[in-house]
């Protein structure tokens, strides 16, 4: 059973850095390609980051590029998300979830997800 298990979220202020993690286990394949969502109160769930589990070819939501890195270290089966110049806007909680078949901004497209980890950025 592949379970996702996100951590690094917290409460910091405006300009902070935070980095996220995504443990991955009971993986039996390679997975394709890992994507970061967040999603706000009352809002949709929403992309933020994906990048090919192997390769390097990354992709981004306009708001967080030159903020944000997506990575993967595939010998931990761990995939992170690098957040610097946090704004209150990037206030949401935070899901990574593997996909296993193609590489897109849809959330349709994940199979597997975490349970979330929860950012808010404060002036």
């Known amino acids: 059973q592949v379970q996702l298990v996100e951590s690094g979220g917290g409460s910091v202020q405006a300009g902070d850095s935070l980095r996220l993690s995504c443990a991955a286990s009971?993986?039996?394949?390679?997975?394709?390609?890992v994507g970061w969502f967040r999603q706000a109160p009352g809002m949709e769930r929403k992309f933020v980051a994906a990048v090919y589990w192997i390769g390097t070819s990354t992709f981004y939501t306009e708001s967080v590029k030159g903020r944000f890195t997506i990575s993967t270290d595939n010998a931990k089966n761990t995939a992170y998300l690098q957040m610097n110049s946090l704004k209150p806007e990037d206030t949401a909680v935070y899901y990574c979830a593997v996909a296993t078949r193609v590489i897109s901004r849809s959330v349709q497209t994940y199979d597997y997800w975490g349970q979330g980890t929860q950012v808010t950025v404060s002036l």
């Open positions: 009971g993986l039996t394949f390679s997975p394709y390609a």
